[in-house]
């Protein structure tokens, strides 16, 4: 039997081609944007998840108690991964990773130069995350301070295709260190990333103060180990208690948090995870589900809007025997067999789509062939589709009753109506949906693209300050010789890259702070001629300047945000004190600017002036120079008095862009697939406006003989249609709404919903609707009406 039903489906395919083609290319399309999206949700799903032992590796967050409210980091005191080891029986392993200096490095190897990412880690991370090991291994590779680790393509970097184990390279053009390791590189959905690792021992000889630090200082992240899950609650609840059992009054606990969720749940309000980027996964899934509905209901509406044609052929078949049973078998198998092709079709579709999605996102998906979950997705989705799709039609067509199909009884189909009008009510209702909310959310990152920053970000360069920059009167000399050559008009140092999060303390006393006063405030070392440079403007006071001899060690500056924080009247002059050194005297008040978080408020932050904890010098270029050749002269400049250190500039403007990356991934996708969902939406609308042409073929021609024109006729076949539309966008209004106004609230700065969005959603609607049908409609009302009443 079920060969039978399969001939006949392959006989139906081949006997109504432009059908066929509808409704397999609509299936295809949807399936083409599903797989595509379920792809990245198991690429974004898959983060971290290839450590063996990922349900024992935890890091520690710690939260910050700030006047009652609580702020989470990642950054913890270095003393933890020690204490905890010896302290806690439930840990196995516990490694820390150095936080305060992550800016890429200079390896050298011969006369091959280049910058690498290397942070430094405990011996013990390499036995808390498995690596692949091309050479040595993980006991021996941060053995000594002297070793690096490095991966496999840093190797072909510096030492081609010859073995690197056991031979040395220099760091930082200063001291040599010895290869003791290369691991495969590392694969692209990992939450950390390098090309190098340094011992911790290498670390405290590089900064030995580090060995002072007290728990009160956050330097680095902690990485732990449990001997078994199970052991969780016990470690996290001594963990909670470690810090201020060392330090009476620390505001600080720390608590475990599982890497797996490490990608994902980044968010946390309150000392809670809230989320992160898993709202973004589950919002793609969704949107992978919608598309997949929306592809199902098309192809529902297309084979009911032939149920007149294929009434009699089940009234045949009723009438020879079939039971209903087997009907519905022939339709399922009919659409099963329109799944698959249309699923083979997809594949073909998704291999030609995939390159250009991958750059679109910046990643690198690719899809698993030999992965059992793969094929076991696939079959599902074709299951799951051919049955969605299939299900309404099979339990419709079949329920005709043979004695008036045969006997000519019209209104066949009519029953079915009102639910496939309900059908394209609902796509049209998720369609309208995405493309009101990929509006607000494209006009949200326009708003933070566009608002003011507080500062000039055009023409605003950056360069790590190393080698001989390190020197005073080098660096000195260096900004001298910039201006020189007219390719700038200003420098000065800063503490990291400017749109980097910096340093916090808690530990700033001012006239009338409150004794329970727990603020967390920002500071940053900078340089002479700060807010000269970055283009900001200075409200009240003045800038660091070389003027004031004491502004070396005794001045600061402070921003808006931290005079509203110390409720100060008249800040200039006021006296405070950081920690126990030597009063510090506000000589200045800065405008606020945003430079770390596009969409959120600025945070209380003071200046101070050292050069020799600033790791990056801010450079704003002559905008009468031409930008590629000032850019040139700067190298050149750096190349002839820092030879051993490449100059690589960093754009600050687009360092700001890159932290929209989300926000414009989920912007170009909603409007990428949301375009296809109206897309396959319009064949839905198309299949029932062929329904409602042939179901009022005869009445058009009984008009048109009476003396109706063609434009009264279109009118009254579209009006329905616009009714459909229209009664879509009422329920995608109110739904589209609740989504963008709950995604805006995790924004400080932000638009207010106007109602111009939904005006261009139900125009575009409205007008792709008329159209479609427009084009169905125009072929009936020209149509012969002989043709129609010739046999009446």
């Known amino acids: 039997m079920f060969f ?38 198991s690429y974004e799903w898959g983060y971290d998840k290839q450590f063996k032992d990922i349900d024992r590796i935890f890091f520690t967050r710690l939260n910050i108690d700030i006047n009652g409210k609580l702020a989470t980091t990642i950054a913890t005191p270095d003393k933890l991964a020690g204490t905890a080891l010896q302290t806690l029986p439930g840990v196995e392993q516990a490694s820390r990773m150095d936080l305060g200096h992550r800016d890429n490095k200079l390896f050298s190897h011969n006369h091959e130069n280049y910058k690498l990412s290397a942070p430094f ?135 475990l948090f599982p890497y797996a969720r490490y990608h994902l749940y980044n968010e946390f309000v309150n000392g809670k995870s809230v989320g992160g980027r898993i709202d973004q996964v589950k919002l793609f899934a969704f949107l992978a589900f919608c598309v997949l509905l929306i592809a199902s209901i098309n192809y529902m509406n297309l084979s009911t809007a032939r149920s007149e044609k294929r009434a009699r052929e089940v009234g045949v078949r009723k009438a020879l025997g079939s039971t209903r049973k087997s009907l ?48 076991l997705t696939l079959s599902i989705m074709v299951l799951l589709t051919g049955f969605l799709a299939g299900s309404y039609p099979a339990f419709y067509l079949s329920s005709f009753t043979p004695i008036k199909v045969l006997k000519g009884i019209t209104g066949i189909g009519q029953a079915s109506l009102p639910v496939r009008k309900i059908l394209v009510v609902l796509q049209f209702s998720l369609s309208i949906c995405m493309i009101i909310c990929a509006i607000i959310i494209y006009t949200q990152i326009q708003f933070m693209q566009n608002k003011p920053l507080g500062f000039s970000k055009d023409n605003l360069v950056e360069m790590s300050l190393e080698g001989e920059w390190r020197k005073p009167e080098r660096l000195e000399l260096f900004k001298t010789e910039l201006k020189k050559s007219g390719a700038v008009i200003s420098a000065t140092e800063f503490a990291q890259y400017f749109t980097q999060e910096g340093s916090i303390t808690g530990n700033l006393n001012w006239p009338g702070k409150p004794a329970n006063d727990n603020s967390i405030i920002d500071f940053r070392s900078i340089g002479y001629d700060f807010s000269a440079t970055i283009g900001a403007e200075i409200v009240k006071g003045r800038d660091l300047s070389r003027k004031f001899p004491t502004d070396t060690a005794a001045a600061i500056l402070v921003n808006e945000a931290m005079v509203k924080t110390m409720r100060l009247k008249s800040p200039v002059g006021t006296v405070v004190r950081w920690g126990e050194d030597a009063p510090l005297t506000i000589v200045g008040v800065i405008k606020n600017y945003s430079n770390e978080n596009v969409g959120g408020k600025t945070l209380p932050t003071f200046f101070y002036y050292n050069v020799r904890k600033s790791n990056v010098l801010i450079i704003r270029i002559n905008p ?34 890159n932290k929209l990356k989300s926000e414009q991934l989920l912007s170009v996708l909603s409007n990428f697939f949301g375009g296809f969902a109206i897309f396959i939406s319009c064949l839905g609308l198309l299949g029932l406006a062929l329904y409602m042409a042939e179901q009022r073929k005869k009445e058009i021609s009984i008009r048109k003989v009476l003396g109706a024109d063609l434009q009264s006729i279109l009118i009254l076949l579209n009006k329905d249609f616009i009714k459909l539309v229209m009664i879509s966008n009422l329920i995608a209004f109110p739904v589209a709404f609740i989504f963008a106004n709950n995604w805006l609230k995790s924004y400080d700065y932000k638009i207010s919903i106007a109602a111009w969005p939904f005006i261009i959603a139900a125009i575009m609607s409205l007008g792709i609707a008329l159209l479609t049908v427009s084009l169905q409609s125009f072929k009936v009302a020209k149509a012969n009406a002989v043709d129609a009443l010739k046999y009446e």
């Not at 039978?4 to 006997?15: D, E, G």
């Not at 679109?360 to 690719?366: A, C, E, H, P, S």
């Not at 190298?635 to 820092?642: A, G």
């Open 624 to 657: 009468d120079e031409n930008l590629t050749a000032a850019i040139s002269k700067i190298k050149q400049i750096s190349q002839n008095l820092n030879p051993a250190y490449p100059a690589e500039l960093t754009f600050v403007s687009q360092d700001l862009k």
């Open 328 to 375: 519905m078998g022939q339709f399922m198998i009919e659409s099963m067999l329109f799944s698959l092709i249309a699923v083979i079709i997809a594949f073909g579709l998704l291999e030609l789509s995939l390159p250009y999605f991958n750059n679109l996102l910046g990643i690198q998906m690719k899809i698993d062939y030999s992965s059992y979950t793969f094929w």
């Open 121 to 255: 880690v405990d011996p013990s991370f390499l036995r808390i995350f498995e690596h692949k090991f091309i050479y040595g291994d993980a006991l021996t590779a941060l053995s000594t301070p002297n070793s690096v680790l490095i991966t496999a393509s840093a190797a072909r970097k510096l030492f081609g295709h010859q073995n690197p184990l056991g031979q040395s390279i220099k760091y930082d053009n200063r001291k040599m260190l010895k290869v003791t390791a290369v691991i495969e590189d590392l694969p692209e959905n990992q939450s950390l990333r390098y090309d190098a690792l340094l011992s911790w021992a290498f670390f405290q000889q590089e900064f030995p103060e580090s060995k002072n630090n007290s728990w009160g200082s956050i330097t680095c992240a902690t990485y732990i180990k449990l001997k078994d899950k199970s052991q969780f609650a016990a470690v996290d609840a001594g963990l909670r208690k470690m810090i201020r059992a060392n330090e009476k009054d620390a505001q600080l606990e720390a608590f």
């Open 4 to 41: 039978i039903n399969l001939k006949i489906a392959l006989r139906n395919l081949k006997k109504n081609k432009g059908f066929s083609l509808m409704n397999i290319g609509g299936l295809a399309i949807g399936m083409t944007c599903c797989l595509l999206l379920l792809l990245y949700v």
